[in-house]
Protein backbone atom coordinates (compact mmCIF):
# COMPACT_ATOMS: atom_id res chain seq x y z
CA UNK A 1 0.00 0.00 0.00
CA UNK A 2 1.76 2.73 -1.32
CA UNK A 3 0.98 6.20 0.59
CA UNK A 4 1.67 8.92 -1.68
CA UNK A 5 2.41 7.42 -5.34
CA UNK A 6 3.32 9.36 -8.19
CA UNK A 7 3.00 8.50 -11.88
CA UNK A 8 5.10 8.52 -14.21
CA UNK A 9 8.69 7.76 -12.46
CA UNK A 10 10.67 8.75 -15.49
CA UNK A 11 9.09 11.45 -18.22
CA UNK A 12 11.55 12.18 -21.20
CA UNK A 13 9.57 14.64 -23.26
CA UNK A 14 10.32 17.50 -25.71
CA UNK A 15 10.55 21.23 -25.38
CA UNK A 16 7.72 23.17 -26.27
CA UNK A 17 5.44 20.30 -24.95
CA UNK A 18 2.68 20.44 -22.34
CA UNK A 19 2.70 17.52 -19.51
CA UNK A 20 1.23 16.09 -16.28
CA UNK A 21 2.34 14.49 -13.36
CA UNK A 22 -0.18 12.68 -11.11
CA UNK A 23 -0.39 12.53 -7.35
CA UNK A 24 -2.03 10.52 -5.13
CA UNK A 25 -2.13 10.12 -1.30
CA UNK A 26 -4.04 7.34 0.70
CA UNK A 27 -3.01 8.54 3.97
CA UNK A 28 -6.23 11.07 4.26
CA UNK A 29 -4.06 13.75 5.02
CA UNK A 30 -5.70 17.43 4.32
CA UNK A 31 -2.17 19.34 2.46
CA UNK A 32 -0.11 18.47 0.05
CA UNK A 33 3.01 19.81 -1.86
CA UNK A 34 5.14 19.37 -4.92
CA UNK A 35 8.80 19.98 -3.94
CA UNK A 36 11.35 20.12 -7.17
CA UNK A 37 15.06 18.85 -6.44
CA UNK A 38 17.10 20.97 -9.20
CA UNK A 39 20.78 19.69 -10.11
CA UNK A 40 22.01 21.56 -7.13
CA UNK A 41 20.20 18.80 -5.17
CA UNK A 42 17.94 21.77 -3.13
CA UNK A 43 14.58 20.45 -2.95
CA UNK A 44 12.63 23.69 -3.07
CA UNK A 45 8.86 23.91 -2.37
CA UNK A 46 6.68 24.70 -5.39
CA UNK A 47 3.09 24.63 -4.23
CA UNK A 48 1.37 23.70 -1.06
CA UNK A 49 -2.83 23.40 -0.93
CA UNK A 50 -5.66 21.39 0.91
CA UNK A 51 -9.10 22.26 0.82
CA UNK A 52 -8.54 25.97 1.68
CA UNK A 53 -5.22 27.72 0.55
CA UNK A 54 -2.82 27.51 -2.41
CA UNK A 55 0.10 29.02 -1.62
CA UNK A 56 2.52 29.07 -4.71
CA UNK A 57 6.30 29.66 -4.16
CA UNK A 58 7.07 33.13 -6.45
CA UNK A 59 9.38 31.67 -8.11
CA UNK A 60 7.53 29.41 -9.58
CA UNK A 61 7.07 30.31 -13.47
CA UNK A 62 3.47 30.62 -14.50
CA UNK A 63 3.83 27.65 -16.98
CA UNK A 64 3.28 25.19 -13.85
CA UNK A 65 -0.01 25.13 -12.20
CA UNK A 66 -1.13 22.39 -9.33
CA UNK A 67 -4.51 21.01 -10.29
CA UNK A 68 -7.02 18.75 -7.18
CA UNK A 69 -9.57 17.46 -8.21
CA UNK A 70 -10.20 16.34 -4.71
CA UNK A 71 -8.56 15.77 -1.81
CA UNK A 72 -6.58 12.58 -2.37
CA UNK A 73 -4.79 14.18 -5.43
CA UNK A 74 -2.72 16.96 -6.06
CA UNK A 75 -1.52 17.01 -10.07
CA UNK A 76 1.02 18.83 -11.54
CA UNK A 77 0.50 20.91 -15.35
CA UNK A 78 3.42 21.78 -16.94
CA UNK A 79 3.23 24.24 -20.00
CA UNK A 80 5.48 24.56 -22.55
CA UNK A 81 8.60 22.59 -21.10
CA UNK A 82 11.82 24.53 -20.89
CA UNK A 83 15.51 22.44 -21.04
CA UNK A 84 15.33 24.19 -17.26
CA UNK A 85 12.51 22.46 -16.17
CA UNK A 86 14.65 18.91 -16.24
CA UNK A 87 14.54 17.66 -12.50
CA UNK A 88 13.11 15.59 -9.73
CA UNK A 89 9.81 16.28 -8.66
CA UNK A 90 8.46 15.34 -5.52
CA UNK A 91 4.72 15.04 -4.07
CA UNK A 92 4.48 15.28 0.00
CA UNK A 93 1.27 15.16 1.74
CA UNK A 94 0.89 15.90 6.22
CA UNK A 95 -1.82 16.07 8.32
CA UNK A 96 -2.04 18.62 10.85
CA UNK A 97 0.79 19.89 13.36
CA UNK A 98 2.46 16.30 12.65
CA UNK A 99 5.76 15.78 13.96
CA UNK A 100 6.76 13.45 11.46
CA UNK A 101 6.43 16.30 8.80
CA UNK A 102 5.71 15.16 5.54
CA UNK A 103 5.41 12.10 3.55
CA UNK A 104 7.02 11.65 0.41
CA UNK A 105 6.15 9.91 -3.06
CA UNK A 106 8.99 8.60 -5.04
CA UNK A 107 9.58 11.21 -7.39
CA UNK A 108 9.51 11.80 -11.12
CA UNK A 109 12.57 12.02 -12.93
CA UNK A 110 11.28 14.90 -15.78
CA UNK A 111 14.19 15.04 -18.70
CA UNK A 112 13.67 17.87 -21.03
CA UNK A 113 15.08 17.12 -24.39
CA UNK B 1 19.45 32.72 -0.39
CA UNK B 2 19.61 29.04 0.88
CA UNK B 3 17.84 29.64 4.46
CA UNK B 4 19.38 25.36 5.77
CA UNK B 5 22.51 24.59 4.87
CA UNK B 6 24.31 21.65 4.96
CA UNK B 7 28.14 22.04 3.70
CA UNK B 8 29.42 18.96 3.66
CA UNK B 9 28.09 17.14 0.70
CA UNK B 10 29.40 13.70 1.64
CA UNK B 11 30.87 11.86 4.91
CA UNK B 12 32.20 8.32 4.87
CA UNK B 13 32.42 6.53 8.10
CA UNK B 14 33.43 2.71 9.21
CA UNK B 15 31.10 0.62 10.38
CA UNK B 16 30.62 0.78 14.50
CA UNK B 17 31.44 4.33 14.73
CA UNK B 18 29.87 7.11 15.03
CA UNK B 19 28.82 9.36 12.08
CA UNK B 20 27.93 13.25 12.40
CA UNK B 21 26.09 15.34 10.07
CA UNK B 22 25.83 18.72 10.50
CA UNK B 23 23.41 21.54 9.33
CA UNK B 24 23.41 25.69 9.50
CA UNK B 25 20.02 27.59 9.43
CA UNK B 26 20.03 31.55 8.94
CA UNK B 27 16.34 32.31 9.90
CA UNK B 28 15.77 32.46 13.53
CA UNK B 29 11.72 32.36 12.64
CA UNK B 30 12.60 28.40 11.99
CA UNK B 31 11.00 26.63 15.70
CA UNK B 32 10.81 23.10 14.33
CA UNK B 33 14.01 21.02 12.69
CA UNK B 34 13.93 17.52 11.09
CA UNK B 35 16.24 14.66 9.17
CA UNK B 36 14.85 12.70 6.36
CA UNK B 37 16.61 9.79 4.88
CA UNK B 38 16.83 9.65 0.98
CA UNK B 39 18.25 6.06 -0.80
CA UNK B 40 18.07 5.80 -4.72
CA UNK B 41 14.70 6.12 -6.85
CA UNK B 42 13.07 6.91 -3.18
CA UNK B 43 11.50 9.90 -1.75
CA UNK B 44 12.64 11.08 1.45
CA UNK B 45 11.50 9.32 4.57
CA UNK B 46 11.25 11.02 7.88
CA UNK B 47 14.00 10.03 10.10
CA UNK B 48 13.89 12.05 13.49
CA UNK B 49 12.61 16.05 14.36
CA UNK B 50 13.23 18.31 17.62
CA UNK B 51 11.11 21.83 18.51
CA UNK B 52 13.35 24.63 19.17
CA UNK B 53 11.93 24.23 22.85
CA UNK B 54 14.37 21.34 23.61
CA UNK B 55 17.67 21.19 22.76
CA UNK B 56 18.21 17.11 22.09
CA UNK B 57 16.21 14.65 21.02
CA UNK B 58 16.95 11.07 21.13
CA UNK B 59 15.38 7.88 19.23
CA UNK B 60 17.72 4.19 19.32
CA UNK B 61 20.74 5.07 17.30
CA UNK B 62 19.89 8.37 15.82
CA UNK B 63 20.35 11.96 17.64
CA UNK B 64 19.60 15.42 17.34
CA UNK B 65 21.03 18.03 19.15
CA UNK B 66 20.12 21.76 18.34
CA UNK B 67 21.99 24.61 19.06
CA UNK B 68 19.93 27.83 19.13
CA UNK B 69 22.54 30.74 19.59
CA UNK B 70 24.46 29.36 17.00
CA UNK B 71 21.51 28.66 14.12
CA UNK B 72 23.08 24.81 14.06
CA UNK B 73 21.70 21.06 14.44
CA UNK B 74 23.44 17.90 14.28
CA UNK B 75 21.97 14.39 13.62
CA UNK B 76 24.39 11.71 15.45
CA UNK B 77 24.25 8.25 14.42
CA UNK B 78 25.86 5.40 16.84
CA UNK B 79 26.60 2.83 15.94
CA UNK B 80 26.47 3.43 12.18
CA UNK B 81 25.54 0.69 10.33
CA UNK B 82 26.04 0.38 5.99
CA UNK B 83 22.43 0.25 6.29
CA UNK B 84 22.36 4.11 6.64
CA UNK B 85 23.94 5.22 3.87
CA UNK B 86 22.23 7.13 1.83
CA UNK B 87 21.58 11.17 1.93
CA UNK B 88 20.40 12.63 4.87
CA UNK B 89 18.44 16.23 4.29
CA UNK B 90 17.91 18.65 7.51
CA UNK B 91 14.59 20.20 7.06
CA UNK B 92 13.09 23.31 9.27
CA UNK B 93 9.70 25.22 9.57
CA UNK B 94 8.14 28.01 11.29
CA UNK B 95 4.46 26.98 13.21
CA UNK B 96 1.67 28.59 11.09
CA UNK B 97 3.55 28.50 7.97
CA UNK B 98 1.58 26.21 5.86
CA UNK B 99 3.72 23.37 7.04
CA UNK B 100 6.18 24.25 4.29
CA UNK B 101 9.27 22.89 4.79
CA UNK B 102 12.99 24.52 3.98
CA UNK B 103 15.10 22.45 3.03
CA UNK B 104 19.30 21.78 2.82
CA UNK B 105 20.96 20.46 0.00
CA UNK B 106 21.91 16.63 1.33
CA UNK B 107 24.82 15.04 3.25
CA UNK B 108 25.47 11.78 1.26
CA UNK B 109 26.60 9.15 4.11
CA UNK B 110 28.23 6.62 3.17
CA UNK B 111 29.42 3.77 5.91
CA UNK B 112 32.13 1.56 5.13
CA UNK B 113 32.09 -2.48 6.46
Known amino acids: DTAVSQTPKYLVTQMGNDKSIKCEQNLGHDTMYWYKQDSKKFLKIMFS???????INETVPNRFSPKSPDKAHLNLHINSLELGDSAVYFCASSQGPSNHGYTFGSGTRLTVV | DQQVKQNSPSLSVQEGRISILNCDYTNSMFDYFLWYKKYPAEGPTFLIS?????DKNEDGRFTVFLNKSAKHLSLHIVPSQPGDSAVYFC????????????FGSGTQLTVLP
Open chain 2, 91 to 102: AASISGSARQLT
Open chain 1, 49 to 55: YNNKELI
Open chain 2, 50 to 54: ISSIK
